[in-house]
C-alpha cells in the first residue's frame, strides 16, 4: 500500500521538477543557469524539415551524442502562408517540437528572427509583404516593424502560453532576434536607416519580456547594448564580443554545406569540426552550436536559392533521413563528454596562453587546485612535438586535450570511433519496378493557351514574385496579336526565370532555365504564325526564391520587363512587350488538387502503357511500404524535373536531370587547412558528374503499413517514371582504422534489427582502400577470430586491442577492423 501512495507522489514531485522555473543569466565566461556558469553544447534541427514521428528519436540522438541543448529557426512564411491565415500544425507544430526538447530534458534557443536565411524560400519571409505600400525589408520603416513585430510577439505568445520559457520551467535559455544582419547592414544604402532598424529590433525584443537573453548573430558593429552578439561560420575562436561582460557565443559552427542543383556533395571532415570546437574552447568560447546537426528535407517548395536542392542533409553528424553519420558523430561525442567533464574549470579557470613558436598555443585553465590543458598545432603541413609534463606529438591541424595537463585524452585528428558506409537496399515486399503500373492525366494547359481568362490584365511584363506572391512556381504571360498572312519569326524573351516554357497557338516551341548564378537568361526559338490571330503563351518558372544578400527581396524574377519579341527574317521585329498580358498563377493541375489523388480523378492506362518524355504529364502508382523502420528513399532517375507526392504529402521539388557540375575538390580530401564552400581550395566533394539528387526522403510517417500508398508524379519536362523504385537506407559496411593497443573497438549496425553478418578485415597497417573496400595489411587470425565471435549476430559488439593480436609475423601496431551489417 505504501508503494501505491508514493507512485502519485513521485509523480508530482516529477511534473513539480519539469515545470520548476530557471534563471538565466550570463557573464563574461559563460551563460549561468540558475546561479551555475555553464557549457552549453548544441545542434540545429529544424522542425519543418523533418515530421513530428521523428523529433523525438533526432532529439535523442543529439542528447545521446552529447550535446544539451537544441536550437531552431522560426519559419515565419511556414507559418504565415497568407497575411493573417496560421498555420502551426503538423511539422509546422512548433510548441509540440519545443516540448519534446523538454521531454528530453534538454535546453533549447528559439532564433525568431524572423528573417531567417537558412537556404529557406525568401529567407522565411512571406512573399505577400510585397503587397504592403511602402514596405521595404529590414529597414526602419513602420509597414516592416508592424509585421514584424506582429509575428514575433504571436510567436513570444505561443511560448509564453506553453510555458517554454526557462523562467516559466521550460527548455528556452536563450532567444534571437534578427538573423546576420551585420553582413549586409553597410550595403544597404541607407546607413542611418540599417542602425536605427537593428536598435528598434532589439527594443521591441526586450519589450516582449521573455525573461532570457536575447541574442544577435554577426552583429559586430552597430551592436544594441542590450543583446548579446555572436559568431557564425566554419571557425570561430579568433572572434571576440564586442563588449566585456559578455560571453562568447558560437551561434552556427557549420558541420558541412546547403547542396544546389548543379553542385556536388560537400564534406567536412569530423576531424576539421573537432578541431574548431577544441579551438574554440581553447580560447574561452562556452556556447558553440553545430549548424546542423540534422539538416533534413526542403519538404514542398520550401527550398531556397534559388537552386537549393530537395536535400537538406548538410553532411551533418545526423544525415537527411535522421541516421547517425560515422564517424563524424562518435568523434564530436567523445568531444563533448571530455569538455563537460572540465565544465567547472573551463567556466571559472584562470587561464594562460603560452606560445610555443608560430601556430602552436598551450593553454592552461587552473580552478579549485584542478587544470586542464589544450595544445594546438595550426600547422596544416606538419606535426610538431609539445613538451608539457612529457612529450607529446600534435598532428597537423589538430587540437590536444589533456584533462590533467599531463596525459592527452583526445587529439581532435585521431578517429577512435567506428566509420559507417549507408547503403540502400531494394523493397524486399514487391519486386520494383516492375511490379509499379504507372496511369498517366495530362496537365490541362487548354484554358491557358489564349489570353483570355486571366486573373487580370496589364500592358506591360511585371515581376513574378510580386504578383503572384509566391503561391506557385509558375506564372502564365499570355498576349496575342493579329497578323496579316503566315509569317515566320524567332520569338526571344529575356527574362530573370528561373526557368521559361513557351507556346504559340497551343503548341510548346520552346523551353529553357538558367545556369545556377545571375539568373538573367533568353529563349530564342523559331516560330511560325498563322493569318489572323496568334496566341503567345509563356510559362514562367522559379526553383527556390533568393535568401540571402543586400536587398536579396529585390532580386526579380519572372519576365520582368522582358524585352519579347518576335524577330523576322528581315529585320521586321514585333515588339510584344508592352502588349496587354494577361496573368495567371499557378497551373490547372495544382488548383485542382491533383496529388490528392480524388475520386473521380480520370488516369489513364492502356495496357499498362504510358506515354513518357512528355512535358506537363501528372503519373500514379501505387506500391507497397518497405518493411522494417529504416528510412525509406524513392528513386527517380529517368525522371526530368518536377514535383512529388506520396499520400498527398510532398516530398519536394525533384530534378535528376540536373548534373553536378566537376570540380577540382572531387579529385582530393584532407583535413588539414581551412575548410571552404566557396573560391579557390574547395576540397573533399563527392558526386562531380552524377545526378545532383536522385534520391528523395519518404518519412515513415507518409507511409501506411499493409495497404496500398499512392505516389503521384507532376513530370514538367518530360520523363520516364518507370524506372522509379523505392528503397531502404541502413548501414552497410562498419569500419574502425588505426586501432591503438589498449583501445576498445566498437563496431555498431545501428538498430532496426541490422546485425553484424561478417567479419571481413582485421589486418595491421592496412594502407590502401577506404571502409567497405580495406585491402592489403597484415592479417590477424587473433583479431579476426575474436572479433567474429564477439560481433556476428550482434547488433554491436565491443572488443578490446590487446597485444595478442598480433604474432604470426604481424608487428603489433594499428589494427583495422572491417564487418559488414
Not at 86 to 97: A, C, L, M, P, S
Not at 382 to 393: A, F, Q
Amino acid at each position: 500500500m505504501a508503494g501505491l501512495l508514493a507512485l502519485p507522489l513521485l509523480l508530482v514531485l516529477a511534473a513539480f521538477t519539469a515545470c520548476r522555473a530557471t534563471t538565466v543569466d550570463y557573464n563574461d565566461r559563460a551563460v549561468v543557469i540558475d546561479g551555475q556558469r555553464r557549457i552549453i553544447l548544441s545542434g540545429s534541427i529544424h522542425y519543418p524539415r523533418s515530421t513530428p514521428q521523428m523529433w523525438p528519436d533526432l532529439i535523442r540522438k543529439a542528447k545521446e551524442g552529447g550535446l544539451n541543448t537544441i536550437e531552431t529557426y522560426v519559419f515565419w512564411n511556414g507559418h504565415e502562408p497568407r497575411r493573417g491565415q496560421y498555420n502551426f500544425e503538423g511539422n509546422y507544430d512548433i510548441v509540440r517540437f519545443f516540448k519534446e526538447i523538454q521531454n528530453a530534458g534538454m535546453y533549447a534557443i528559439l532564433r525568431i528572427g524572423p528573417y531567417i536565411c537558412g537556404e529557406w524560400n525568401y529567407g522565411g519571409l512571406p512573399a505577400w509583404l510585397r503587397d504592403i505600400p511602402g514596405m521595404q525589408f529590414r529597414l526602419h520603416n513602420e509597414p516592416f516593424e508592424r509585421e514584424m513585430e506582429t509575428f514575433t510577439t504571436l510567436i513570444v505568445n505561443k511560448m509564453k502560453d506553453a510555458k517554454m520559457f526557462a523562467g516559466q520551467g521550460g527548455p528556452i535559455i536563450l532567444a534571437q532576434i534578427e538573423n546576420e544582419y551585420g553582413n549586409i547592414m553597410g550595403k544597404l544604402n541607407n546607413n542611418q536607416s540599417a542602425s536605427q532598424y537593428i536598435h528598434w529590433c532589439a527594443d521591441m525584443a526586450n519589450k516582449q519580456k521573455v525573461g532570457v537573453p536575447w541574442i544577435m548573430c554577426q552583429q559586430d558593429d552597430d551592436v544594441p547594448d542590450n543583446v548579446i552578439n555572436t559568431c557564425n561560420g566554419f571557425y570561430c575562436h579568433d572572434w571576440f564580443p564586442n563588449r566585456t561582460g559578455i560571453p562568447k557565443i558560437w551561434t552556427e559552427n557549420w558541420t558541412g554545406w546547403f547542396k544546389a542543383w548543379d553542385k556536388p556533395d560537400f564534406h567536412r571532415s569530423a576531424e576539421d569540426i573537432a578541431f574548431a570546437v577544441a579551438m574554440f574552447f581553447q580560447k574561452r568560447g562556452s556556447v558553440q552550436n553545430y549548424y546542423m546537426y540534422h539538416g533534413g528535407t526542403n519538404f514542398g517548395r520550401t527550398s531556397g536559392g534559388p537552386y537549393i536542392t530537395t536535400s537538406y542533409d548538410y553532411d551533418a553528424p545526423l544525415d537527411e533521413y535522421g541516421n547517425i553519420r560515422q564517424p563524424k558523430y562518435g568523434h564530436l561525442k567523445e568531444l563533448h563528454n571530455l569538455l563537460k567533464s572540465m565544465e567547472k574549470v573551463l567556466v571559472h579557470g584562470e587561464y594562460n596562453d603560452t606560445s610555443y613558436g608560430n601556430n602552436v598555443t598551450v593553454t592552461k585553465y587552473t580552478y579549485g587546485g584542478s587544470s586542464v590543458c589544450f595544445i594546438n598545432n595550426q600547422f596544416d603541413d606538419r606535426d610538431v612535438n609539445v613538451t608539457l609534463g612529457g612529450t607529446h606529438l600534435v598532428p597537423a591541424w589538430s587540437v590536444s586535450i589533456l584533462p590533467d595537463c599531463k596525459t592527452v585524452a583526445y587529439n581532435t585528428a585521431k578517429i577512435k570511433t567506428q566509420t559507417s558506409v549507408m547503403v540502400k537496399k531494394a523493397n524486399t515486399v514487391e519486386k520494383e519496378p516492375e511490379a509499379l503500373k504507372w496511369s498517366w492525366m495530362p496537365e490541362n494547359l487548354r484554358p491557358f493557351m489564349t489570353d483570355d481568362r486571366g486573373s487580370f490584365r496589364q500592358k506591360q511584363l511585371l515581376e513574378q514574385i510580386a504578383t503572384s506572391t509566391d503561391q506557385s512556381d509558375y506564372l502564365w504571360y499570355r498576349t496575342s496579336l493579329e497578323h496579316k498572312g503566315e509569317g515566320s519569326y524567332n520569338l526571344y524573351v529575356n527574362t530573370t526565370g528561373h526557368e521559361i516554357y513557351a507556346f504559340v497557338n497551343g503548341k510548346l516551341v520552346g523551353q529553357n532555365h538558367s545556369a545556377n548564378g545571375e539568373f538573367v537568361f533568353q529563349l530564342e526559338t523559331p516560330v511560325k504564325l498563322n493569318a489572323g490571330k496568334n496566341y503567345i503563351s509563356l510559362l514562367s518558372g522559379t526553383v527556390g526564391l533568393k535568401n540571402y544578400g543586400p536587398l536579396f527581396e529585390l532580386m526579380p524574377a519572372g519576365i520582368a520587363g522582358g524585352p519579347v519579341k518576335l524577330v523576322g527574317a528581315n529585320g521586321t521585329d514585333i515588339d510584344l512587350t508592352n502588349n496587354s498580358w494577361s496573368y495567371k498563377s499557378g497551373l490547372a493541375g495544382e488548383h485542382r488538387q491533383i496529388h490528392l489523388d480524388k475520386v473521380g480523378y480520370k488516369w489513364q492506362s492502356h495496357n499498362s502503357s504510358i506515354p513518357v518524355n512528355r512535358p506537363f504529364t501528372w503519373y500514379k502508382t501505387t506500391f507497397a511500404a518497405p518493411a522494417g523502420q529504416e528510412a525509406v528513399v524513392v528513386d527517380l532517375l529517368g525522371l526530368n524535373k518536377g514535383a512529388a507526392w506520396v499520400n498527398g504529402n510532398s516530398l519536394g521539388r525533384y530534378w535528376p536531370s540536373y548534373t553536378a557540375t566537376e570540380m577540382d575538390g572531387c579529385h582530393v580530401c584532407d583535413y588539414r587547412g581551412k575548410f571552404k564552400a566557396e573560391g579557390d581550395g574547395i576540397r573533399c566533394l563527392t558526386g562531380c558528374g552524377e545526378p545532383s539528387q536522385r534520391y528523395y526522403h519518404v518519412p515513415r510517417a507518409f507511409l501506411r503499413a499493409g495497404e496500398p500508398n499512392t505516389l503521384v508524379l507532376f513530370e514538367e519536362a518530360g520523363g520516364d517514371p518507370t524506372r522509379a523504385a523505392f528503397h531502404t537506407v541502413g548501414v552497410g559496411p562498419v569500419c574502425v582504422a588505426g586501432a591503438e593497443a589498449g583501445d576498445d573497438v566498437t563496431l555498431s549496425c545501428g538498430g532496426h534489427g541490422r546485425v553484424v553478418t561478417s567479419v571481413d578485415v582485421a589486418s595491421f597497417s592496412v594502407a590502401r582502400g577506404s571502409c567497405g573496400a580495406f585491402e592489403g595489411g597484415c592479417e590477424s587470425k587473433a583479431a579476426l577470430k575474436a572479433f567474429t565471435a564477439a560481433c556476428v549476430g550482434k547488433e554491436s559488439c565491443t572488443v578490446k586491442h590487446t597485444a595478442a593480436f598480433a604474432g604470426a609475423g604481424c608487428q603489433s601496431g594499428k589494427l583495422t577492423v572491417q564487418a559488414t551489417c
